[in-house]
């Protein structure tokens, strides 16, 4: 499921959540864009495989990840070597963050564009803020 991208390699999904989990994310990631983008299921599953390997921000950032920078990307362009996502933000596609290595604990750095969260990988996601899978 790891495939390398032009910023380095995104860590895969099952390895940071389980294969249970992992699946249960990449199904409602399908869902999702077979809602909003009226595709029929197996592509709608195609691309959340593909964006979802690809470490892409849009579909994947959510509460209770943390992001890591990026290998190449230089410390002073980013707000912090780690990011913790604390909430989602839509329109636009925003994210609340904090500094996880903030030794006064306060850590909160604000609101970011999901863009941001392209000069990071995912590295870790507590899965106690996924959402119950249905059924």
């Given at each position: ?7 380095g390699q995104a860590a895969p ?122 059924g």
């Amino acid at each position: 499921m790891s495939t390398d991208d032009r910023h380095g390699q995104a860590a895969p999904l099952d390895l940071i959540l389980g294969p249970e989990h992992a699946a249960a994310v990449l199904t409602r990631i399908a869902t999702t864009l077979q809602q909003q983008d009226l595709l029929p299921e197996p592509v709608a599953l195609r691309l959340a495989c593909e964006r979802a390997t690809d470490g892409d921000p849009l579909v994947l950032a959510a509460p209770g990840q943390v992001w890591e920078l990026r290998d190449g990307v230089d410390i002073d362009d980013a707000p912090a070597r780690r990011l913790a996502v604390h909430l989602r933000l839509e329109g636009p596609p925003m994210v609340v963050v904090g500094d996880p290595d903030d030794p006064t604990g306060d850590g909160e750095l604000g609101e970011l564009l999901i863009e941001v969260l392209e000069m990071y990988r995912l590295a870790s996601w507590d899965t106690r803020f996924l959402a119950p899978h249905p059924g």
